[in-house]
């Protein structure tokens, strides 16, 4: 149980360190934008934003990607360790 409870709240940490890391990557990405978009003007600045939103989307999907490969890879285990407590009681 101990285990299982250090595990969740491991990936819990983990969630939101990533959260904090997007979020600061979106503010420097906003910043970068303003940045650029004072520099050339407003109207050259909106092909970059949708460059923007095309990577940010990317990203997001990579992340979604890397959770569901989590996710199978906590499964196999729960189910090895199950597997190996069963054989164990035998």
């Known amino acids: 149980m101990d285990a299982a409870k250090e595990e969740k709240e491991q ?4 969630q939101q360190q990533q959260k904090k ?3 600061q990557q979106q503010q420097i990405i906003i910043i970068i934008t303003s940045i650029k978009e004072e520099e050339e003007g407003e109207g050259e600045g909106e092909g970059e934003e949708e460059e923007e939103e ?23 285990k729960k189910k090895k360790k199950k597997k190996k407590k069963q054989q164990q009681q035998q």
């Open 11 to 14: 990936e819990q940490q983990q």
């Open 54 to 76: 095309e990577e940010e989307e990317e990203e997001e999907e990579e992340e979604k990607k890397k959770k569901k490969k989590k996710k199978k890879k906590k499964k196999k």
């Open 21 to 23: 890391q997007r979020q």
